[in-house]
């Protein structure tokens, strides 16, 4: 069993920062990729930012520039920074992991609300 718990979410003025964490529990392989994906309303899940054990980055061209997606490999733990948000950076965020296996391993966090106020 895999748990992912997410944390850090709240309510901004637009131009202002938050950053989201998320800790991974259970049976985490060593190789993985850790990663947020948002939701607002109405649309449909879209990638935020992507991590993996490696090091290697995957950005939405939305956010690139305004978030840092980073990890402590230690603690199973990744953490979006996300500075300069907008209005449309509102959504619920949503913790993911990816395991390889066959087929892939997914997993998802509960969300955490982000507000940004204008």
């Known amino acids: 069993q895999v748990q992912l718990v997410e944390s850090g979410g709240g309510l901004v003025q637009a131009g202002g920062s938050l950053r989201l964490s998320c800790a991974a529990s259970?049976?985490?392989?060593?190789?993985?990729?850790l990663g947020w994906y948002r939701q607002a309303p109405g649309k449909p899940r879209e990638l935020v930012a992507t991590?993996?054990?490696?090091?290697?980055?995957n950005y939405s061209d939305s956010i690139k520039g305004r978030f840092t997606i980073s990890r402590d490999n230690t603690k199973n733990t990744v953490y979006l920074q996300m500075n300069s948000l907008k209005p449309e950076d509102t959504a619920v965020y949503y913790c993911?992991?990816?395991?390889?296996?066959?087929?892939?391993?997914?997993?998802w966090g509960q969300g955490t609300q982000v507000t940004v106020s204008s």
């Open positions: 991590r993996t054990s490696g090091g290697n980055t």
């Open positions: 259970g049976n985490i392989f060593s190789i993985n990729t």
């Open positions: 993911n992991l990816k395991q390889p296996t066959w087929p892939t391993s997914d997993y």
